[in-house]
């Protein structure tokens, strides 16, 4: 099959229900039918995730965000003009239509255009915006490639590559006061430049939280992490940055889950990682380390 006739073959089984593997520049995500309840329901059970965490609507253009949100700013505007397509999730009040099981009863709808060929062909041959979580297992290491995708979770599995930015989109608020629910490489300070002060969200409590994807026990591997450079029991692997891992936050970023199921499927005893700065830059690396050190 050529790329079209698989882009094709996954829109139509998104139109029927189903659920599809897809990449994004982020991390692979596992989509359905957002205006469908039943399909979106799959995504649930498939991934033995709560219905009280929200789901990401992942959308092909500007317009497309429009007919779902019942309220579109000018900082919404000035943002996705900016950013998208790319790793930014704008969360703002949602228009009726779109069903409640997608944002967990909330409001309010999570919104982002991914930034990879694939996904935008997917959603513009389904013809109907696609939500879409990560395609692991609830509370599982996100996959950056098609092979760390679960087997069994989706009827259909779009390969494009290994994902460009490798942790998940930036999460922002423009319901109140805009407000940082969950880091990522755009960077606050970024965010910040173009439309003024941002609140940073408190740590989520689980079980009731205003982005209640932050799950404490998100994006664990199986290995015991460490977030320091000491050397423990048995066999193990220490990464250091500059050396096993890169030294910017980007690349750094990029090799992250990539290399975490990489020594995941070597059955060590530990990983120890050298913690990186603790600076805007940093931020969203940061967020995921201690989530995956626990
Ligand atoms: O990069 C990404 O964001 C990837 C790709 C597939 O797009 N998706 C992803 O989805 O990471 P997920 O389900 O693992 O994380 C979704 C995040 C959670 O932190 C969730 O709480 C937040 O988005 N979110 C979604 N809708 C929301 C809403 N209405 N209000 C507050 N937070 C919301
Ligand atoms: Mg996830």
Do not use: C
């Not at 397509?85 to 969360?91: A, E, F, K, R, S």
């Not at 999570?110 to 509370?139: D, K, Q």
């Not at 750094?252 to 600076?279: C, N």
């Amino acid at each position: 099959m050529t790329s079209d006739d698989k882009v094709a073959r996954a829109a139509e089984l998104i139109r029927a229900g189903r659920l599809v593997a897809f990449p994004t520049e982020t991390v692979y995500g596992l989509g359905a039918n957002a205006l469908d309840p039943d399909a979106v329901a799959r995504i649930f059970a498939a991934k033995g995730r709560p219905r009280t965490s929200p789901l990401i609507v992942h959308v092909d253009s500007i317009e497309m965000a429009r007919t779902l949100a019942s309220h579109w700013s000018d900082a919404a505007e000035l943002l996705a003009r900016r950013y998208w397509p790319g790793p930014l999730t704008l969360v703002v009040p949602k228009r009726p239509l779109v069903p409640d099981i997608v944002t967990a009863g909330l409001p309010t709808v999570g919104l982002r255009m991914p930034a990879h060929p694939l996904a935008l062909e997917l959603i513009r041959a389904a013809g109907v915006p696609i939500a879409a979580p990560s395609a692991n297992r609830f509370t599982e290491l996100s996959p950056t490639a098609a092979a760390h995708i679960p087997e069994a979770l989706a009827d259909y599995t779009l390969d494009g590559g290994a994902a460009r930015v490798g942790i998940e989109s930036t999460v922002l608020s423009l319901v109140e006061a805009p407000e940082l629910l969950r880091p990522g490489v755009i960077s606050i300070t970024e965010l910040e430049a173009l439309i003024g002060p941002i609140t940073q969200a408190a740590e989520p409590v689980e079980g009731a939280h205003a982005s209640p994807g932050m799950h404490v026990r998100h994006y664990r591997p199986a290995t015991p992490l460490f977030l320091d450079t000491v050397r423990r029991e048995g066999r193990g692997i220490v990464l250091r940055m500059g050396q096993e891992m890169p030294a910017d936050p980007r690349s750094f970023a990029a090799a992250l889950y990539e290399t975490l199921h990489r020594l995941d499927a070597q059955s060590l005893d530990w990983i120890a990682i050298e913690p990186p700065p603790d600076t805007p830059e940093w931020a969203g690396i940061l967020d995921r380390l201690r989530r995956a050190a626990g």
